[in-house]
């Protein structure tokens, strides 16, 4: 990083908070355009585009021996403060395995279109693609011996605890892009990613830098993705753009995205993994034929946890006919009001089950603490707020 870039990375770091008006796209510029330097990645097999590719056929033994420890470094560099992301090339040398999920897959895919589940996407129209919901426990109760050939995956395991560390949480989706596809927009991913712009401004700026170590993004090709199939679109070291939260929205910032994002044609048993924070989008499946389908990993730090299991519903409703009350007879005024709630119910949509539970009408569905504050708007009856969370609690359920 040169001196120009790494005093604007600086200055970012100092400030407060990060809204859309606070970000500058000449030094959003500056820092995508440096190059990777082969020699800043020496256990890569090559750099394209400025992504490594680490070929597992030449490295696997190396994750079974005492240069584990400096290839997980490696990869932590690459994903914090170099490109952002990495492919791991072959990261199944055995592809059969994937063959074998992949019917099962589509056999889940077309039970669940009979079912009419609903067909809500992050970053995409609504149906435009095959989305399978929790794919890492589906696949496990429809073939358990599968399951666990599929996730006996070394590779995979040692670049999850490079990012991550130990004791980390596997979820997993399966996306299938058909011929015609549309390109998703420039995004970032879980957590802040999935916040709207108001909602994302109001945490503070530490929490923007440390939203990106808490998850780590993959994706495993089920089959060959050329170019022409739309493979994902990345924008190397734009991960380290300390208010991309608030800029990834603005039309600047997804122009400059599009004029110098790359793609990296994969094969089938190949995997991509970046961090959540880079600017990246699902390209465009120009291609006659291909079902671009990729079982796409949100891997979890284990450190993502309250202390305590708490029962919030019961304190929901407990506590709302008194919240009621006070908000009808102005005891307490709104801002203490949202405190007490702040308290009281939960305010993250995640974790839930996205079958029952889906993001329609944005990133993520409602939350326990804008349940309740509509129900002190609309003056919800106690059993009218209450059923609403026993279905709220239903629809999250495993």
């Not at 405190?339 to 974790?351: H, L």
Request: proline share 5%.
């Amino acid at each position: 990083m040169n001196d120009k870039t790494a005093m604007m990375t600086q200055n970012l770091a100092h400030v407060a908070y990060y809204n859309a008006n606070s970000c500058d796209p000449d030094a959003f510029s500056a820092l995508v355009e440096r190059n990777l330097d082969a020699e800043d990645v020496p256990l890569a097999t090559q750099v394209q585009k400025n992504i490594p590719i680490y070929d597992m056929h030449t490295l696997a033994s190396e994750l079974t021996r005492d240069r584990r420890q400096s290839l997980l470094a490696e990869w932590a560099h690459v994903l914090m403060d170099l490109s952002g992301a990495l492919v791991l090339k072959s990261a199944y040398s055995d592809t059969s395995v994937l063959d074998d999920a992949t019917e099962i897959y589509r056999a889940i895919i077309a039970n669940e279109k009979q079912s009419a589940r609903g067909a809500a996407d992050h970053f995409a129209t609504a149906g435009a693609n095959d989305r399978i919901w929790n794919s890492l426990q589906k696949l496990c109760e429809a073939a358990p011996d599968l399951f666990l050939q599929y996730f006996a995956n070394v590779p995979i395991d040692a670049v999850c605890q490079a990012w991550l560390g130990p004791n980390y949480q596997m979820t997993a989706q399966v996306n299938v892009v058909h011929p015609g596809g549309a390109a998703q927009q420039a995004h970032r991913d879980y957590h802040l990613g999935f916040q709207t712009a108001d909602i994302s401004a109001q945490y503070p700026a530490h929490v923007h830098h440390l939203s990106p170590v808490l998850t780590l993004q993959g994706a495993i090709a089920h089959c060959d993705m050329p170019l022409e199939s739309g493979p994902t679109k990345l924008l190397p070291f734009s991960q380290a753009y300390a208010s991309g939260y608030a800029a990834w929205r603005r039309d600047d910032f997804r122009a400059i995205f599009e004029a110098r994002c790359v793609q990296l044609p994969l094969a089938k048993g190949d995997a991509l993994f970046f961090n959540p924070a880079i600017f990246h989008a699902a390209g465009a499946n120009t291609s006659a034929s291909i079902e671009r389908m990729a079982n796409l990993l949100q891997v979890s730090s284990a450190f993502g946890r309250t202390m305590e299991t708490i029962d919030r519903t019961s304190m929901c409703k407990l506590t709302y006919p008194h919240a009621r009350s006070a908000n009808e007879n102005g005891t307490l005024d709104r801002a203490a009001l949202m405190a007490a709630i702040a308290a009281t119910a939960e305010g993250y949509s995640f974790p839930t089950n996205l079958d029952r539970d889906p993001p329609k009408g944005g990133l993520a569905p409602e939350t326990q603490q804008a349940c309740f504050l509509r129900a002190l708007d609309e003056s919800w009856d106690s059993a009218t707020f209450a059923q609403a969370l026993d279905e709220m609690a239903e629809a999250q359920k495993a």
